[in-house]
């Protein structure tokens, strides 16, 4: 039972590549979403899924795209990547939408834009 | 606009003290509020959760306090150890998560 799964764990890449961060869970949970965490900034939602077929965006999606096919996956898809989402990203899931429950994170994707 | 404040960016403390951490909130009116701990290069892992009609949880050595007419909840480690060094997150729930900046809590032994 590995919980969430975060793939790859560090990427760079050069200004205007693209590239997909993978997450993956065996919980069952219906809410996965998906965090940039900066210095002095936080943890900041990028986007959502509350099921399957079910996206929606957070505080700040700009340049992130996401689809949630299965309940397991939520990957997370970068179309042209600029040197701001140099950022560590975190992929979490709850039971249902956050509200009595616990979040569970993945371990990271420390990702460096160059 | 809405802000989650930690107003200690790093807490320096003795072991054996207490540890207190304070998070602050505008403009949300959270039905829960929660604690998570976050070590270097890892996920934030889930601590407690307090309920808006709760004003105490206790977890073992952990405490949370949670006011929401000061908008205020404290966050409590007693007897702290030194493996108690970590970056602590105050997280709101409404319809989504939303995350403090946290603090960084160092024990000395």
């Known amino acids: 039972n590995a919980g969430v799964t975060q793939t790859p764990k560090f990427q760079v890449l050069k200004t205007g590549q693209s590239m997909t961060l993978q997450c993956a869970q065996d919980m069952n949970h219906e809410y996965m979403s998906w965090y940039r965490q900066d210095p002095g900034m936080g943890l900041r939602l990028i986007h959502y899924?509350?099921?399957?077929?079910?996206?929606d965006q957070g505080e700040v999606p700009n340049g992130y795209n996401v689809s949630r096919s299965t309940t397991e996956d939520f990957p997370l898809r970068l179309l042209s990547a600029a040197p701001s989402q140099t950022s560590v990203y975190f992929c979490a899931i709850s039971e249902s939408r956050p509200m009595n429950t616990e979040a569970f994170f993945g371990q990271g994707t420390r990702l460096t834009v160059v | 606009s809405q802000k989650i404040e930690q107003n200690s960016e790093a807490l320096n403390i003795q072991e054996g003290k207490t540890a207190t951490l304070t998070c602050n909130y505008t403009?949300?009116?959270?039905?829960?509020l929660q604690w998570y701990r976050q070590d270097p290069g890892r996920g934030p892992v889930f601590l407690l959760l307090i309920r808006e009609n709760e004003k105490e949880k206790r977890k073992e050595r952990l405490k949370v306090t949670f006011d929401t007419t000061l908008k205020q909840s404290l966050f409590h480690i007693t007897a702290s150890q030194p493996a108690d060094s970590a970056t602590y997150l105050c997280a709101l729930r409404s319809n989504n998560l939303f995350f403090g900046t946290g603090t960084r809590l160092t024990v000395i032994p």
């Open positions: 403009n949300y009116s959270p039905a829960y």
């Open positions: 899924s509350v099921g399957a077929g079910i996206t």
